[in-house]
């Protein structure tokens, strides 16, 4: 076949969602890396004066963008393996057709679908000095006060929200898992266990990578959660990435360094995400 | 044979409660307290039945007038939104599953660079594309970018499915002469059915919900959709959050119909007994 | 053409083109404004419908040939709304802006400057609060008019007086400490704040007789961290640390927040404005609120000057139909019809009027005739970040008062040297 040929098939079935994908979102991030190399003066029409890597020279001495990546970092340590373990359980109990089934459903996919800034507020106001948190546990811990607790409870908040996502992911792919090969496990012995780790988990193997990936992606790129919570506060110590750009972009009016925290923010995902998708590729083929 | 309640079955089912009702409980104060008026402040401690309850912030929502054609406007971006994300999605997954052609990871690592980068960033240079474009302030400015942000992740999503469908099936359908357009839309799609179905619940979610873009491209009220139009039920000196709620509650019932409807997709064995041996 | 064969034809033609010359002047001269704010915020319309459906048309009935179009934002993301709009060019006629936003857009050059583009400015703002008028001031030239005005009081109740055994508000900083010692024992907090920047701390400041900076807004250094403000914030720490101020100051957001706090009497006194007399009438129709003055200090009882400017950009095709809106919210007609709706007039000479409205307003006019102005720079956002943190060190005991506000001071510096450069 000519060279160009190959490329003909996959390029019709490509082409016009990658068009649109290029126009409206690559384009406008190669903009955005751009404002990072300049002293944005935001108003249309102004000249920008060009500084080439001084805003990225000032990122990696701010202090504060450190602090605010430790934290976006523990969140997602914290947020992530509870949402694909309970995701993943959840999936695994509702696997049973059941009048219930749709019932249970909608109710672990009910924190999902509500809004985030709705349900911070609840959040904040269990968490609350005097709220239902320190009440069911019998303490008086000021959750909200204290950079370490206010993270548990940001956390919380996020894994109880997230848990309903993994879980319809998971529910999707378990359908996938051949009948045929647990009833030849079963057949051969295996208990539930071993049909889990030597059936079930190899075949919904790139489903789990996928929401590793995704969930790794959304935990350094929390934002609406904490600014509604905390917005960083007391004094900046729940900062997160994403928090601290808002403030330097539409609050200080910052564009240029704005978009270098992002092009960093960026730059660290996509390299966690390689890594992963390597990792899980790797272990795939085994 | 059918035993009711066995152990591990009351286990299972108790379980499940338990869980369930820690996930619904904070979105059951939420309705008890869009049943309270003037709630400026949420008591402690908390209360869960609404005593004296009132219909008061639903009629307020629902008699403004206003919030019909909101709510109108969302549904018709989320529903185009969604159908053509989702779509434009399947083919590019399609694609990227089926075809080996030289530059394939590299292209398709692009796209995954488009879920990485924090939306925000990107809203100014999309501001003065969809000027360009004469985008701004219309309904379509928010379909057409809203399809764009999700392409990514629904074919990230969709792209592993169609990868485990088996060769075979294809195959044979070649050998008896269909195109691979009829492939496509009558192997492929089908089979993919549950993550099509999750593709588009996630999807649906994600651009009835959105704000940010649509508080930064929309300025006519008659253009608003529902995320703007609850913002705006938010006050800096004061707001009341059982009128809030109440709207948030109204606002989520077509999500949930949406979700009701596609989850009848994950039903099992559609792949699982189409390959003997 | 056939028209014009027949005389019908031409009457006919020139009975059109008579229309079309009284038209064309109305049509050249029929403008669209559009008017970017928050008045609809919050589920309650009264302040926006006092705007379309009394304000406007009187304006257009007024105006031949302008139209105003008032487009509702939510406040929490409107700077971003007029942030991404500048940066696209596609921003209103007239903003209701934030007064701390007016330093930052004029010096980008978002803002029309008023006073030179409108002959009549010097009389138009010698009408209105001094403290109020500064907001819009930077370098030299006025970039806005002042549009609505509040202010903080001081506010306890009936429960909280009992308590301390008083008769009468704390009116100094002496009688404030004096009921701390009293109310030690009642489980009552003396006073709660929600945080320690500019909006908080500056009327102690103030009323302590010390300032952020000096006049010309040069140097911080020698004026934030002068004996007095030592003196000021220490009382506040000292008071903080007896168990007399809880940690909502430090910015804990579990805490009790102020509004709910006063009512349900766990603090005895705290500093709001107006708008919270409507919100405890529905939440707590048991509770009276009672206002009093900042209590003085060396420096008398000074406030902090909140509310909103309203401002003309510079990208505004319409120029001259702006400045005549702008003219129009000056007016006693304007800015009675918001006092009624719940907002506080910037002139002075309403003051009377508006007490007559609504009788609580008179301790927040007479506070208003001494309140000042935050530190109206362009990086002025960062301010309200530098105290928190320096002063939340203070409060925790990490370093002594004088260093907190030393090390306060020189970062302000800084911004004041970017500022003058």
Do not use: C
């Amino acid at each position: 076949m000519p060279r160009w040929q190959t490329y003909v098939a996959p390029a019709l079935f490509i082409a016009p969602g990658f068009l649109i994908f290029a126009a409206l979102i690559l384009f406008p991030m190669v903009q955005a890396v751009l404002m990072s190399l300049y002293d944005v003066k935001v108003v249309a029409g102004a000249i920008n004066a060009f500084v080439g890597l001084a805003n990225y020279a000032r990122a990696l001495t701010d202090e504060h963008l450190w602090l605010s990546l430790s934290n976006s970092g523990l969140y997602m340590v914290l947020t992530v393996p509870p949402q694909i373990a309970f995701g993943l359980a959840i999936a695994l109990l509702l696997q049973k057709t059941s009048p219930a089934q749709p019932f249970f459903r909608v109710l672990y996919y009910l924190p999902v679908v509500t809004s985030w800034v709705v349900v911070t507020l609840l959040f904040k106001y269990l968490f609350a000095d005097r709220g239902l948190i320190n009440y069911l546990l019998g303490l008086q811990v000021s959750w909200l006060s204290d950079r370490w607790t206010a993270l548990v409870a940001i956390s919380a908040l996020g894994i109880w929200k997230g848990i309903g996502w993994s879980m319809m992911i998971f529910i999707a792919a378990l359908q996938g898992v051949p009948a045929g090969l647990i009833e030849a496990a079963k057949i051969d012995g295996a208990n539930p266990w071993q049909r889990f780790t030597n059936v079930t988990i190899p075949a919904i193997w790139p489903t789990i990578a996928f929401v590793i990936i995704m969930l790794v992606i959304g935990g350094l790129n929390v934002f609406t959660s904490v600014q509604a919570m905390t917005d960083g506060g007391p004094g900046g110590s729940t900062d997160v990435v994403l928090t601290y750009m808002y403030r330097q972009t539409f609050t200080f009016l910052d564009f240029g360094y704005g978009s270098t925290i992002a092009v960093l923010l960026t730059a660290l995902v996509f390299a966690l995400s390689a890594i992963q998708l390597r990792f899980f590729r790797n272990e795939s083929t085994a | 044979m059918k035993k009711r309640l066995s152990p591990l079955e009351t286990l299972r089912i108790s379980t499940l409660a338990a869980g369930a009702l820690v996930m619904v409980t904070p979105f059951v104060y939420m309705v008890s307290t869009s049943f309270k008026a003037q709630q400026y402040v949420l008591q402690i401690p908390p209360q869960f039945i609404p005593s004296p309850a009132t219909l008061s912030n639903y009629e307020r929502i629902l008699l403004r007038g206003d919030f019909g054609q909101y709510f109108l406007n969302s549904l018709f971006v989320a529903v185009t939104a969604t159908a053509l994300s989702v779509f434009l999605s399947a083919m590019m997954a399609y694609g990227f599953a089926r075809y080996r052609f030289p530059g394939r990871e590299w292209l398709f690592r692009l796209l995954l660079l488009g879920l990485m980068i924090p939306a925000m960033m990107l809203i100014v240079p999309q501001f003065l594309i969809a000027k360009w474009f004469g985008l701004i302030d219309t309904l379509w400015g928010l379909i057409v970018f809203y399809v764009a942000g999700n392409l990514a992740l629904n074919t990230f999503l969709l792209r592993g499915f169609f990868e485990a469908l088996p060769q075979e099936l294809d195959d044979a359908m070649q050998i008896d002469g269909a195109t691979v357009w009829r492939r496509f839309t009558g192997l492929a799609l089908p089979l993919a059915r549950p993550a099509l179905a999750t593709a588009t619940i996630f999807t649906f979610l994600a651009t009835w919900d959105e704000y940010a873009w649509a508080l930064t491209s929309i300025t006519s009220p008659e253009n608003k959709t529902l995320p703007i139009a609850i913002a705006l039920l938010q006050g800096p000196k004061g707001t009341q959050w059982g009128l809030v709620f109440a709207a948030s509650i109204l606002a989520i019932t077509p999500v949930i119909a949406v979700f009701l409807i596609f989850q009848r997709h994950f039903v099992q064995g559609l792949t699982a007994g189409a390959v003997k041996g | 053409m056939i028209f014009a064969l027949t005389r019908r034809g031409a009457l006919l033609s020139m009975a059109a083109s008579a229309a079309l010359l009284f038209a064309v002047p109305a049509l050249a001269d029929d403008v669209t404004i559009t008017f970017w704010g928050s008045y609809g915020n919050g589920g309650n319309s009264t302040q926006q419908d006092a705007l379309n459906n009394a304000l406007i048309p009187a304006f257009e009935a007024s105006h031949p040939g302008i139209k105003v179009k008032y487009v509702d934002i939510p406040y929490d993301s409107l700077l971003q709304k007029l942030t991404t709009s500048a940066a696209g060019g596609e921003l209103p006629d007239l903003v209701r802006s934030d007064l701390g936003w007016v330093p930052q857009f004029a010096k980008l050059g978002v803002l029309l400057p008023l006073s030179d583009a409108m002959g009549d400015f010097k009389v138009l703002a010698g009408k209105t609060y001094p403290g109020v008028l500064a907001t819009n001031l930077y370098k030299g030239k006025y970039y806005g008019l002042p549009l609505d005005t509040n202010t903080r009081v001081l506010v306890t109740s009936q429960a909280a007086l009992d308590a301390a055994g008083l008769s009468a508000p704390p009116a100094t900083f002496d009688e404030l400490k004096a009921a701390a010692a009293k109310l030690k024992d009642k489980g009552m907090s003396v006073f709660a704040d929600g945080g320690l920047g500019a909006w908080n701390i500056m009327p102690w400041i103030w009323s302590g007789g010390g300032d952020i900076t000096d006049p010309d807004l040069k140097t911080s250094t020698g004026y934030l961290d002068s004996d007095q403000n030592v003196a000021t914030v220490q009382m506040l720490v000292d008071l903080y640390k007896a168990g007399q101020i809880p940690n909502l100051i430090i910015g804990n957001q579990g805490a009790t927040g102020t509004s709910d706090g006063l009512p349900s009497a766990a603090y005895a006194n705290i500093f709001d404005g107006p708008w919270m007399a409507g919100i405890w009438k529905d939440q707590y129709p048991d509770f009276t609120p009672i206002y009093a003055p900042i209590p003085a200090g060396p420096g008398g009882s000074v406030s902090v000057v909140g509310g909103e400017d309203i401002v003309v950009t510079a990208s505004s095709p319409n120029k001259d139909a702006a400045l005549e809106f702008v003219r129009f919210t000056q007016s006693e007609q304007f800015q009675i019809e918001m006092v009624k709706t719940g907002q506080m007039t910037v002139h002075p000479d309403y003051a009377d009027q508006q007490n007559a409205i609504a009788p609580y307003y008179a301790t927040f006019a007479t506070q208003l005739k001494t309140a000042k102005n935050r530190l109206a720079i362009s990086s002025g956002s960062k301010v309200d970040g530098i105290l928190n943190t320096e002063l939340t060190a203070a409060f925790k005991g990490d370093v002594s008062v004088k260093e907190a506000l030393s090390k306060a001071a020189a970062q302000i510096d800084a911004l004041l040297a970017a500022e003058n450069s």
